[in-house]
């Protein structure tokens, strides 16, 4: 999915009857989803909702896979025709209180359809193990004008979801996590601006035949008492050829951490699925691929790089790359034990960008909580020229895909930390650099690994290796700096379009550090 530049659209004023006849001819088409849509749901009267467990979703869930996919209902095209500015000034009135004179440490906002946000999808809150619809009132939003506020009362659907709870400071509710846009997610810790995005599920991504991109069409958001610090919300997925049942367990603070539990199930087969799918955006950074354009930043990007921690127990280290082609790489593992999309410099003087403040982005790592078998975890890179686009897209891709009629559950823990959470005070690569070794016309790359005794340094070798070229040297040298070692890779392609290189530490015999991967590509 790409981030859009906004700037440019024209300011549509909607009139009444632009309003009537967008609601009479469009807010009737498509499906929505509810409880009373399967066989086995247990539903009551509305004013008493009806009874809700995490069940509910996953027989929901279940039967829907029996049948094809009803699309869903869409907002109206005068709706849809808002520019940024206009759907921007689109706010849900806090006052409007989703439980009531109920207290709780959390707040929500709800989005309303419009603009990108084409799709409508239901909303419910649970209270005492019942689920209540959250109708969309004439009360629910300030708007820019009364035509748009009576459009939003008769679609009477919502676009998304976002929660607050005070996690810089106790007297205000920030807002820490966004569900909006198919499975699109995203969320901060404490001194955080959002970046990086995660998805419920990635179908297809970068496949000749197209990406498909499944939805979260129904939410239910659970009350938290007054004292708890965690807040529970289920999504029922729906795509073309899979549905499924999840369960958010949301812990704002620092880091912040999301449980998920998803249950599948597959209409058809499905090769390329990707779970816990991760996207970010990725420019340049001046260190190790420029970027063609004058830029007066040291580096443009969310995230810097893909950490991998093997089911092996090894660290992987690959930086990301903005390419000039389409780059997919895969890295096997069997039973992972975590990956991530790190950002790893954290000060203003790695990125001197004001506005941006990329030092204080997320990174995001994803540790498995059941076995997750055979697979991979695949990284794809696409050719960008604006930071206003997503490009990079990392998740595990199992042996064997999804297999029609058998559901398949998997379970994992989002964080949104600094910095890996499995190196802290750990040896890793702080920084990699490119160039040309001085004196010559070899290429170059230079290695900084941080948290290692300088003292040992006769004691620790390089292990490193070229799927193309050769490794014409390498060599070691105190970074006092960096509290560890700086290394030395020369480098010949010899006439090679692309290279894959791998350089490991060892002490006695074993990793001292994080395996630096990298794929060179000839310019």
Same mark, same amino acid.
């Given at each position: 999915m790409f981030k859009t530049n906004f700037t440019t659209f024209l300011v549509?004023?909607?009139?009444? !009857?632009?309003?009537?006849? =967008? $609601?009479q001819a469009e807010t009737n088409t498509g499906h929505s989803l509810h409880p009373s849509d399967t066989q086995n749901a247990n539903t009551d009267s509305p004013t008493e909702g009806y009874r809700f467990t995490q069940k509910t979703v996953i027989e929901?869930? @279940? *039967?829907? =896979? @029996?049948?094809?996919? *009803?699309p869903p209902s869409k907002a109206p095209s005068a709706l849809n025709a808002l520019d940024y500015d206009t759907y921007r000034q689109i706010n849900f009135q806090q006052n409007q209180a989703v439980w009531?004179? !109920? %207290?709780? *440490?959390?707040s929500i906002q709800l989005f309303a359809p419009g603009f990108l946000y084409k799709d409508l999808i239901e909303i419910d809150a649970v209270e005492n193990g019942r689920a209540f619809p959250i109708e969309v009132t004439p009360k629910s939003f300030n708007t820019p004008n009364q035509e748009i506020n009576a459009l939003l009362t008769k679609v009477g659907k919502y676009a998304g979801l976002r929660l607050h709870y005070p996690i810089n400071n106790k007297s205000y509710k920030d807002e820490f996590i966004v569900f909006q846009g198919a499975s699109y997610f995203r969320a901060v810790s404490k001194g955080q601006n959002y970046g990086v995005s995660a998805r419920?599920?990635? &179908?297809d991504v970068a496949q000749p035949n197209g990406e498909e991109f499944p939805?979260?069409?129904?939410?239910? &958001?659970?009350? %938290? !008492?007054i004292s708890q610090t965690a807040i529970v919300v289920h999504a029922l997925l729906d795509s073309e050829r899979v549905i499924g049942a999840y369960r958010f367990g949301i812990f704002p603070g620092s880091p912040t951490r999301v449980d998920v539990s998803a249950t599948l199930f597959p209409r058809e087969n499905i090769e390329h699925i990707g779970l816990a799918p991760l996207t970010s955006m990725y420019m340049f950074n001046s260190t190790l691929n420029q970027s063609? &354009? %004058?830029?007066?930043? @040291?580096? $443009?990007?969310d995230s810097e790089g893909l950490q991998i921690h093997t089911g092996s127990g090894e660290m992987l280290w690959r930086p990301l790359n903005n390419p000039s082609d389409l780059q997919i790489s895969a890295f096997i593992d069997q039973s992972p034990k975590g990956f991530g999309l790190i950002q790893r410099h954290r000060q203003f003087d790695d990125y001197q960008d004001l506005e941006a403040t990329y030092q204080t982005r997320p990174s995001i790592w994803v540790k498995p909580l059941n076995d997750w078998g055979e697979g991979h975890v695949e990284l794809v890179e696409i050719p960008s020229n604006s930071e206003a686009n997503d490009n990079i897209v990392a998740y595990w891709q199992p042996k064997g895909g999804l297999v029609k009629d058998q559901p398949f559950t998997f379970s994992y823990r989002l964080t949104l930390p600094n910095d890996t959470p499995a190196l802290a005070s750990k040896a890793h690569v702080a920084r990699s650099a490119y160039g040309k070794k001085l004196g010559s016309t070899n290429e170059e790359f230079v290695i900084d690994f941080s948290h290692i005794d300088i003292d040992a340094l006769d004691s620790i070798y390089i292990d490193s290796n070229t799927s193309a070229g050769k490794i014409l040297e390498a060599h070691l040298t105190p970074n006092p700096y960096q509290d560890g070692i700086r290394t030395y890779i020369s480098f010949d392609p010899e006439n090679a379009d692309s290279a894959e290189l791998r350089v490991q530490l060892k002490q006695d015999g074993k990793p001292l550090a994080a395996t630096w991967l990298y794929r060179w590509l000839k310019e």
């Open positions: 549509l004023f909607l009139t009444s !009857s632009l309003m009537s006849a =967008a $609601v929901m869930a @279940k *039967q829907l =896979a @029996k049948a094809p996919m *009803q009531g004179d !109920s %207290p709780t *440490q959390f419920g599920l990635a &179908i939805m979260f069409r129904h939410f239910w &958001i659970e009350r %938290p !008492s063609d &354009i %004058p830029d007066y930043r @040291k580096a $443009v990007h």
